[in-house]
Structures are given as C-alpha cells and as structure tokens.
C-alpha cells in the first residue's frame, strides 16, 4: 500500500473536523472569490501562497477565503519542506539512463534530456496528496512552457486505460507517461506523490518525498535558481 504523507492527512482531517463540527453550510472560495469545491479549497491551502479564514457571520453558512501569504510565511514553508522532504542522499546523484513513451508517443531519452532542467511528477490515479498539488504543479507549468530549456513530465503508477479515462475529466497540463516495471527497477519509487528536478546534465538538484505546504514553493525556487 503506497505511504500518504501525515502531514496531509492531518491538515485533511483537522479541515474536515473544523467544517462539520459546525451545523452550517460551509462555502468555499478561491482567491479571487470564485466558488469551488472542497477539494479545490485545500488545493490552495497546500500552495502555501495563502492561508484560510472563515467569515461565519451568517446564521446559516461559514464562508471560507484567504489572506495572501507573506515572503517571510512562504519561506518558513520552504524551510520546513527542506527538513521533511528532501531525500538529501539523491542530491547530486545522476539519474538512471531510462528510455521511454509518452501517451502520445512521444520518446523521452538521455539525448533528448540532455541539456533540460527536467521537471517529473509521480503520481497514481486515486491519491489524494495527488490531486491537491496538480494545480500548483499545472500552474508552474504554465509558467514555464514557453522556455526551451525546461521540460515537465509525469508519471503515473496506474495503467494506462485508467490513465486515459482519469485525464478526461481531470487536466494535466504536461506530457504523462506510464510508470513501467523496468522504469520501476530502476527508480524505486515506493512513496507517492514523488517530485523530482534534474539539473541540466540530468543530476537530481531536487527529490522530494509526499506533499507539505512548502512543496510547490520549493519546486518554483529551484526552477528559477537553475535558470
């Protein structure tokens, strides 16, 4: 059974405890003051870039929205992230000589990587640490598709039938591939949601382990320091 990370399961559960101690309708915001569902809602609370408040002034409903986050606030969450997700051994490594396919056929290889800061997300069809963090990672793609020398990929544990079936209604912006068993041998990746960077001669520069708020921080600081 694939680890989830305590730290989401804990933010999840004391989220879900807060909202239905409350005999009212609970209703969630995004940033810019869009109605969205739950599961959106912690999406961004795991951003880091904001934190939530409830307004419940109502008699009949608790609104939820947000205080954007100050640089000192997004730094504490990188700095934490550092400390419990980092698998600090695998700095500096060099990724194995893998070969492989998108879903669209196209192939990925040392040569073709060579050069790339490479951007992988690991991730199977039904984890919840997953989902929360796709948009962050959606809206760190969109920011840097247009520069030739990043390239974002994914991974998913899942098949590919059920791959297909899951992006119909869930977008990932980025190519994904299917996690093999040959690619399984030789990445050992046991603990999902995996987010690794590669340097530009395909040394891990990041390799993080589960989901905090300092996640997606962290990923955009190393980005922009490898640039």
Request: charged residues 25%.
């Amino acid at each position: 059974m694939y680890k989830i990370t305590l730290l989401f399961i804990a933010l999840l559960f004391l989220n879900i405890s807060i909202l239905f101690a409350q005999d009212k309708k609970q209703i969630y915001y995004d940033e810019k003051g869009n109605k969205i569902s739950f599961m959106e809602f912690v999406s961004i609370e795991m951003s880091g870039r904001y934190t939530s408040y409830s307004d419940s002034s109502s008699k009949y409903k608790v609104e939820w929205k947000w205080i954007a986050n100050s640089e000192q606030q997004k730094n504490e969450f990188i700095s934490k992230a550092r400390v419990e997700n980092i698998v600090a051994d695998s700095i500096g490594q060099t990724f194995p000589g893998i070969s492989f396919y998108d879903i669209n056929n196209q192939l990925y290889n040392k040569d073709s990587l060579n050069g790339k800061i490479v951007f992988i997300n690991y991730w199977f069809v039904g984890c919840t640490p997953c989902e929360a963090e796709r948009p962050e990672l959606n809206r760190l793609y969109e920011k840097y598709k247009n520069k030739d020398d990043i390239v974002f990929l994914s991974f998913s544990n899942s098949d590919e039938k059920t791959v297909r079936k899951f992006l119909k209604s869930h977008a990932i912006n980025y190519p994904v591939a299917i996690f093999s068993r040959t690619l399984d041998d030789k990445l050992g990746i046991s603990e999902f949601p995996v987010n690794i960077i590669l340097d530009k001669s395909l040394k891990y520069k990041l390799y993080m382990k589960g989901i905090s708020k300092g996640t997606s921080l962290l990923i955009e600081e190393t980005l922009e320091d490898l640039l």
